[in-house]
């Protein structure tokens, strides 16, 4: 099991950008995919991108593909997003997890452990 703590959320204009960092504690960290999900308020949550254990390999949901980059540090036991060209439909909660499964990381139940999520909020 794993530990997770997301930070670096905050109110951005339109445009902006943001950089939320994802710190892990528990046992190797390294040997898990780290994956990101937002959820507005009234929807459900959804993928954001997700980052395999040694990082070379990435995948994004369409949405944020080429504006969004998600990268990690595993000796530092850190996951990141950085968010550029953000859009009001960006806003939401965003929450980090862990996973040791292989195959759909895009869907939320191949994900045990979650962090509480920080808020993103894009005004236009």
Same mark, same amino acid.
């Given at each position: 099991q794993v530990q997770l703590v997301e930070s670096g959320g905050g109110l951005v /204009?339109? =445009?902006g950008s943001l950089s939320l960092s994802c710190a892990a504690s528990g046992r190797a960290f390294s040997t898990y *995919?780290? =994956?990101?999900?937002? /959820?507005a308020p009234g929807k459900e949550r959804e993928f954001v991108a997700v980052i395999s254990w040694g990082g070379?390999?990435?995948y994004y949901a369409d949405s944020v593909k080429g504006r969004f980059t998600i990268s990690r540090d595993n000796a530092k036991n850190? *996951? &990141?997003l950085q968010m550029n060209s953000l859009k009001p439909e960006d806003t939401g909660a +965003? +929450?980090? *997890? *862990? !996973?040791? +499964?292989? @195959?759909?990381? &895009? !869907?939320?139940?191949? +994900?045990?452990?979650? =962090? /509480?999520g920080t808020q993103v909020? @894009?005004?236009s």
């Amino acid at each position: 099991q794993v530990q997770l703590v997301e930070s670096g959320g905050g109110l951005v /204009q339109a =445009g902006g950008s943001l950089s939320l960092s994802c710190a892990a504690s528990g046992r190797a960290f390294s040997t898990y *995919a780290m =994956g990101w999900f937002r /959820q507005a308020p009234g929807k459900e949550r959804e993928f954001v991108a997700v980052i395999s254990w040694g990082g070379g390999n990435t995948y994004y949901a369409d949405s944020v593909k080429g504006r969004f980059t998600i990268s990690r540090d595993n000796a530092k036991n850190t *996951a &990141y997003l950085q968010m550029n060209s953000l859009k009001p439909e960006d806003t939401g909660a +965003y +929450y980090c *997890a *862990a !996973t040791r +499964y292989l @195959v759909r990381l &895009y !869907t939320r139940d191949k +994900y045990p452990d979650w =962090g /509480q999520g920080t808020q993103v909020t @894009v005004s236009s």
